[in-house]
């Protein structure tokens, strides 16, 4: 059973940078794409940045030039650096992976932004 594990979420002051990690576990195959999502209170779960296994990324608009999304050294991890974090940025963050047409998804780690 394919199992994705998010860590590094927090509290953050303005302007602030965390780095989130994900590791899957219960699988040896590759998934062709990780990523991460997120889910403000009220508001539906969005894209912020995957990355393919040939290394190709994609970033929501919020996400670009701020947040870099990179593929772990170990096999099946992804991470994302985020930085000058804002209070909009506040949300639980989803790790998500997927292979032929499967998703999954980690049960995912609050970022807040707060002075």
């Known amino acids: 059973q394919v199992q994705l594990v998010e860590s590094g979420g927090g509290l953050v002051q303005p302007g602030g940078s965390l780095r989130l990690s994900c590791a899957a576990s219960?699988?040896?195959?590759?998934?062709?794409?990780m990523g991460w999502y997120r889910q403000a209170p009220g508001k539906e779960r969005e894209l912020v940045a995957v990355?393919?296994?040939?290394?190709?990324?994609n970033y929501a608009d919020s996400a670009k030039g701020r947040f870099t999304i990179s593929r772990g050294n170990a096999k099946n991890t992804v991470d994302l650096q985020m930085n000058n974090l804002k209070p909009e940025d506040t949300a639980v963050y989803y790790c998500?992976?997927?292979?032929?047409?499967?998703?999954?998804w980690g049960q995912g780690t609050q970022v807040t932004v707060s002075s």
């Open positions: 219960g699988t040896i195959f590759s998934f062709s794409t």
């Open positions: 998500n992976a997927e292979r032929s047409y499967v998703k999954y």
């Open positions: 990355i393919t296994n040939g290394g190709s990324t």
